[in-house]
């Protein structure tokens, strides 16, 4: 149980929230109009379950546009383009449980203040989320998972939009 414990403290992160202070995170979106999503990481028995990249990343990316963004495609994203990284990582426990952590991000261009000559994509959003459920029930319950991050991300967004753009 000790080892358990441990899992989901390392598990746990940080999560943004939609006061649109900049140290939030939510300061960091004003002006994103554009973006592109990716699957980094789902975890063997997360695809298991029956869930896979290709249907997260429309999923994901069709609530986006939604809400009036413009998601780009793997063939007409720039290497530049900010993008939103979604990430799943499960764990089998006993009795065909299991412990699932998912994380959403935000990774854009960004300059080192140190050395302004160095750039390179960081994280500048990020929020998270952990749970239990039956074996059979991760293909339900993480998809729903998914969505409610992706409505926190659009919520700080849209608290560093102007007035009139949703």
């Not at 990316?61 to 990582?89: H, N």
């Not at 339900?140 to 409505?151: G, I, Q, W, Y």
């Amino acid at each position: 149980m000790h080892a358990f414990i441990s899992l989901l403290a390392l598990l746990a992160g940080p999560t943004a929230d939609a006061t649109g202070d900049p140290a939030s995170g939510a300061g960091v979106l004003a002006g994103l109009d554009r973006l592109h999503v990716e699957v980094l990481h789902l975890s063997e028995i997360v695809t298991e379950s029956g869930l896979n990249d290709e249907t997260l990343t429309r999923e994901v990316s069709g609530q986006i546009s939604r809400a009036g963004y413009v998601v780009l495609s793997a063939s007409t994203y720039k290497p530049d383009t900010p993008f939103v990284a979604l990430a799943i990582e499960a764990v089998e426990l006993p009795q065909d449980g299991v412990a699932w952590h998912v994380s959403l991000e935000l990774q854009e261009g960004v300059v080192l203040a140190r050395d302004c000559s160095v750039s390179t994509f960081g994280s500048t959003w990020y929020t998270s989320t952990m749970g239990l459920s039956q074996a059979g029930n991760l293909a339900e319950e993480v998809p729903e998972v998914v969505s409610r991050l992706v409505d926190d991300f659009l919520a700080d967004a849209a608290s560093t939009r102007p007035s009139g753009r949703s």
